[in-house]
C-alpha cells in the first residue's frame, strides 16, 4: 500500500480543534469513514485519539458542511 495522504510532512496540527480537523482533512475528500480515520491519524498523530474521533464524528454527521470549503 502507498503512504497516506499528508496536509505536510513536517508539521502536526496539535493544536486546532475537531472541527477544524474535519474541514482539513474535508479537502481530501475521503471515500469511506476509514479512509478518513486513516487521514486523521497520518495528519494529526500528536492529537489525542479522542479528538481525531470527535472529528470523524462531525464529518459523520455532517456538521462540518458548513466550514470553509
Not at 33 to 55: Q, T, Y
Amino acid at each position: 500500500m502507498g503512504q497516506p495522504l499528508r496536509l505536510d510532512n513536517h508539521i502536526d496540527f496539535p493544536t486546532l480543534d475537531a472541527s477544524e480537523m474535519a474541514a482539513l482533512i474535508k479537502q481530501f475528500a475521503p471515500a469511506s469513514d476509514a479512509d478518513a480515520l486513516k487521514l486523521l491519524r497520518a495528519n494529526f498523530a500528536a492529537s489525542p485519539l479522542s479528538m481525531r474521533v470527535a472529528a470523524l464524528d462531525m464529518m459523520i454527521r455532517g456538521r462540518w458542511r458548513g466550514l470553509s470549503q
